[in-house]
C-alpha cells in the first residue's frame, strides 16, 4: 500500500511540476531564428567543441549570424553529408533583408 | 525574545557562523568553477539564493503535509530533487530570456545547480532536523545568501590573484584552494558569537 501511495504521489507532484514548467516555457519563451536549429541539424552534433565554439549549436549560431564563414572550421563534418547540405539550405533561406548568409569550404 | 530579531539572528548564524561552503563543504563545484569572474559569480550566488529560498519554501510543506501523512517520510530524497530540478529549470529559462549573456558566462553549471549539495542538503537537514517553518526559511535564507557572499569574496580574491606574482607550481586552482582554506579559518573565528537560537 505504502509503494502505491509513493509511486502515485511522486507521479502527482512531477505532473504538477511538468505542467508548470511548461507553462514557463511558454511564457519566457525566447524568440530564435530557426535557421540556426536547422543548420546545427546538418552538422555531425559530436558536439566535440574542435571549430572552438560551444557545441555544435554555437557553430550553427556563428555561421547563421554570419561571424563564421569557413565551414571547415568543423573538423568531423564530411563535405558531402554535412557542408553541401547547409550550404544549400543557406542558399534557399536568405536573411530578411535578402541577403544570402556567406560560407564558404 | 522579539521573534523578527531571532529571525534575523537566525539567519546570521546559517551564513555567517555554519557557513555551509567553507565549514560543510557543501557546493565546492561551482565555488571553484565559477569565481573565476565576479559578474559571472554573482549570477551564480543570485541564482542559488532563488533556488535554495523557493526549494525550503516549497519542500518543508511538502515533508510535512503530503509525505508524512502519506506515510512515505522515505521518499523525501526523491521528491525533494524533482522539485529542485524544475526549479533549476525554470532559473534556467529565466536567466536565458532576460540575460543571454549571463547564460553564456555560466553555462554548463546552470544546470548543475541540481547536483549543487547545498540546496539538496538545506532541504534535507531542515526536515531531518525537525525544524519548524520559519526556521526551515531562516536556514535556507542564511545559507544562500552565504553562499553568494563567499562566492563573491572568493572571486574578487581570485581576479587579484590572476595578476599578482604566485609560485609557478601553484599557480591557478592551487593558489585558489589555499585562499579558501584561509578564509575557512578565518571564518572560524566566528563560532560561538552567538548559538542556540530558538524560534
Known sequence: MEILWAVLILLGIGLLLGLGLAIAAKVLHVKEDERIDEVAKRLPNYNCGSCGYAGCKGLAEAIVTGKEENLRKCKPGKEDANFKPIIEYLDQHPNEDGTKVKVHL | MNILISFLLAILSSMLIDNVVLSRFYGICPFLGVSRKVKSSLGMGVAVVFVIVLATVICWPLYNFVLVPA?????????????????????????????????????????????????????????????????????????????????????????????????????????????????????????????GIQL
Open chain 2, 71 to 195: 506515510g512515505i517520510p522515505f521518499m523525501d530524497t526523491v521528491a525533494y530533487i524533482l522539485v529542485i530540478a524544475s526549479l533549476v529549470q525554470l532559473v534556467g529559462l529565466f536567466i536565458k530570456k532576460y540575460s543571454p549573456s549571463l547564460y553564456k558566462s555560466l553555462g554548463i553549471y546552470l544546470p548543475l545547480i541540481t547536483t549543487n549539495c547545498a540546496v539538496l542538503g538545506v532541504a534535507q537537514g531542515n526536515t531531518d532536523q525537525g525544524l519548524n517553518f520559519l526556521s526551515s526559511l531562516a536556514n535556507g535564507i542564511g545559507t544562500s545568501v552565504g553562499f553568494l557572499l563567499i562566492i563573491v569574496v572568493f572571486s574578487c580574491i581570485r581576479v587579484r590573484l590572476e595578476s599578482s606574482n604566485v609560485p609557478k607550481a601553484f599557480k591557478g586552482l592551487p593558489i585558489a584552494l589555499i585562499v579558501a582554506a584561509i578564509m575557512a579559518i578565518a571564518f572560524m573565528g566566528l563560532q560561538g558569537l552567538f548559538s
